[in-house]
């Protein structure tokens, strides 16, 4: 793929007011607040004024510092000037001025915004590798995305070719390793039959009990109707996954899959009002996320935690605490005997003991089989 695939078009907006913005936009970016105010109003002379709050703006607006500030539509320097009571002719001069470097550092440091460093370029080679092998996107819609993740957690957008050079590498990359892994798969031979298994977790550790598979191979396809796990690995190329899981309410589910899709999550089942999500560790760990030599088959299908024995075992003591007062109640109102009642609550008193020594033999056994594993 070349390293640029911009239009000329596209190069001449990124970065730059290519149009006015509306009063909407000029609200959102522009609108100072009381500190924002302050701040400008702190610097030295009406142009450095106006020029602190504009910088301010611009960097809210289009997520970068313009190399001369004065480069705005003059509607947004006119709306900047209003609020700060200036005039804004007086604004004439600031993009030559020297203040204008020590204003964006002032900025940087009083907003929570970062430059585009190593450590920035590194983890968003990382995300943006992922993205790129898992799925098949446009390199103009990879550059969008990764402006706008940018934009999103406050780092300084870079120049336009470092970016397009970052998307084109990186896609390269991914590319090269899947026509690798495409050229090691034997031909004459049929297709590997994928190893199936299905499992359950409670809710205490299901979610570390997905990660400890997951880095085993197994990929989760859905959650079925009984609850279980459908999961899947190819004994030949085995990948390690990671999952989490997301509390969806009515009307939320769009919100969190929104939420989440960038950073390559991606829903793998749900049950009840819980969704599952999962998305595999290439992008971390690179060819190391490949499995050479994976763990058999677990032999068990049902994982449950201590804490799930502890919160079954209280809810019967609970159980049985509460209908004792209502038995009694009940009996002295049939006849004002208490001796059938005694049989009675005897009886389940006995079996909520003999069910409490029962969740203490199996959660021993269920332990004694789980160090076998």
């Known amino acids: 793929m070349p390293t640029s695939f911009l239009s000329e078009e596209q190069r001449r907006r990124f970065g730059h007011f290519t149009e006015d ?12 607040d009381q500190t924002a105010r302050r701040r400008a109003m ?20 289009l997520g970068t510092f313009l190399e001369n500030p004065e480069k705005v539509p003059a509607v947004v320097f006119g709306y900047v000037a209003e609020q700060l009571g200036l005039e804004p002719d007086d604004f004439a001069g600031y993009g030559t001025s020297e203040a204008r470097w020590d204003h964006q550092e002032q900025i940087r440091e009083g907003y929570g915004y970062t430059k585009f460093e190593f450590d920035q370029w590194f983890a968003l080679a990382r995300w943006l ?59 004459a031979e049929p297709a590997v039959d994928v190893r199936a298994w299905r499992w359950t977790a409670d809710l205490f550790h299901d979610v570390k009990m997905l990660n400890e598979y997951g880095a085993q191979g197994w990929e989760v396809d859905r959650v079925d109707a009984k609850g279980l796990f459908v999961s899947a690995r190819d004994p030949e190329h085995p990948q390690q996954w990671e999952y989490r899981r997301e509390l969806v309410t009515p009307g939320r589910r769009r919100s969190v899959l929104d939420l989440l ?20 560790r290439a992008a971390s760990l690179g060819p190391a996320a490949e499995l050479t030599a994976p763990p058999r088959t677990p032999r068990r299908n049902v994982f449950l935690s201590p804490k799930f024995y502890a919160f079954v075992s209280a809810l019967l003591v609970l159980t049985a605490v509460a209908l004792v007062p209502l038995l009694r109640a009940a009996g002295a109102e049939i006849d004002g005997s208490d001796d059938s009642l005694d049989a009675i609550l005897g009886l389940l008193t006995g079996a909520a003991v003999g069910a409490l020594a029962m969740m203490v033999v199996l959660w021993l056994a269920v332990r004694r089989r789980g160090r076998r594993r």
């Open 21 to 32: 913005p509306d009063e909407g936009q000029l609200a959102g970016s522009f609108l100072l």
């Open 42 to 61: 702190a610097a030295r002379g009406a142009r450095n004024r106006i020029g602190w709050a504009v910088q301010l703006g611009t960097i809210r607006y």
């Open 129 to 187: 590798y992922q993205r790129a092998w898992i799925g098949n996107e446009r390199p103009t819609l990879l550059f969008d995305l990764v402006t706008k993740r940018l934009v999103d957690k406050k780092v300084v957008l870079p120049g336009v070719t470092v970016l397009e050079r970052l998307v084109s590498g990186t896609r390269e990359r991914a590319e090269k390793r899947l026509w690798a892994t495409l050229a090691a798969a034997p031909s």
């Open 261 to 280: 899709a960038p950073d390559g999550w991606e829903p793998c089942g749900t049950w009840v009002c819980f969704e599952y999500f999962k998305r595999p």
